[in-house]
Structures are given as structure tokens and as C-alpha cells.
């Protein structure tokens, strides 16, 4: 079941001042990306997270419990979390699959974006890359998008709750935990 609008500004509410701290933050934290294999990250203990795992930030399901310790560690500054910006598009599918209304849609994505967790844009220089990737662990596009982040910032770890994904990386790509 999707969080209920109320309490969701209830929540958002306590992110003004986090909002205020993160810019401060950011700010000391210099991204440089000159292309997708110079991207690199001066910050704290950086987390890769899938759709998988962001999902259960609003929907109760299995292991729901443990994404969250993520999104707490987030809001605690104890790590940094790092997407590609095909996580927006893969969360938009899984919300019109779990049959979410269009306000509780925009109530996710506008946390989401206060938030201010990086969003990396590969671009169309990075398709050969996530091409290969695929091809060689034998995964989707989407979940090689994940793993060639991963790589591009030196291994930092992917967190999944995809089995599935996890069984296929696990002993070729050593930074995937599964949740």
C-alpha cells in the first residue's frame, strides 16, 4: 500500500532544514564530471540504489524494512546515495503498475527530489559502455545502466532487492548487495 498523502507532508515538512543542511553539503562536495568515466565522487560512503530498493521506501512489501535503513542513513548523512536518472523513469512504471493516483505520484517524486540524492546523466556516451556491460553479465540495459555507475565511480556498492539481478552479478561484480 502507497503512504497516504497527509502523512507524506506531515514528513515532508521535517525536510526543510535536511534540504538546507544537503545544499550546505553539496556544496563541499565537488562532482566532477567531465564524461561518465571521469565522474567521481569526493564524499562519504556512496550507495548505488536501484528501483528495487527506492520502491519499498513507499510501498510496504517484503524487506521494505531495510530499504528504509538506507533512506535513513541518507537523511543521517551517513551515506551518499547516487542513481542514474533512468531510476525516475523505472520508479513512474512501477507506481502505474501498483496503480498509485496521480497525487500520490507527485507527492513521491517531489520527496524524492527534496531529497537531493545525485542523479547522474550518462547520455548517449555512455550507451556503448552500458551496451557491453549487459551483454556481458547478462542483464537488462536498464539494471547494466546500475552496474556501469557502479563502476564508472570505483566500485561503489549497488544495493539491490532483485534476486534475480543479484544471482546474475554475484561473482562477477563484486560491489552488488543484495537488501
Not at 503512504?3 to 514528513?11: I, S
Not at 531510476?87 to 500520490?104: D, H, I
Request: a positive charge.
Amino acid at each position: 500500500m502507497i503512504l497516504g498523502g497527509r502523512n507524506w507532508k506531515k514528513q515532508s515538512k521535517l525536510y526543510t532544514d535536511f534540504e538546507k543542511h544537503m545544499e550546505r553539503l553539496w556544496a563541499k562536495v565537488r562532482i566532477a564530471r567531465k564524461s561518465y568515466e571521469e565522474c567521481v565522487i569526493l564524499a562519504m560512503d556512496a550507495k548505488i540504489i536501484d528501483t528495487s530498493v527506492i520502491v519499498k521506501w513507499f510501498v510496504d512489501e517484503e524487506d521494505s524494512d531495510k530499504a528504509k535503513i538506507y533512506l535513513e542513513d541518507f537523511k543521517n548523512r551517513k551515506i551518499s546515495i547516487i542513481v542514474p536518472n533512468l531510476m525516475f523513469y523505472e520508479l513512474g512504471n512501477v507506481l502505474l503498475s501498483k496503480k498509485a493516483s496521480k497525487r500520490q505520484s507527485e507527492d513521491i517524486i517531489n520527496f524524492l527530489n527534496r531529497l537531493r540524492f545525485e542523479v547522474i546523466d550518462f547520455g548517449r556516451d555512455a550507451f556503448g559502455k552500458i551496451f557491453q556491460t549487459a551483454q556481458e553479465m547478462g542483464i537488462t540495459f536498464y539494471d547494466a545502466s546500475y552496474v556501469t555507475l557502479s563502476i564508472t565511480l570505483s566500485g561503489s556498492e549497488l544495493v539491490t532487492s532483485d534476486r534475480k539481478l543479484y544471482d546474475k552479478l554475484h561473482g562477477k561484480f563484486s560491489s552488488v548487495k543484495l537488501l
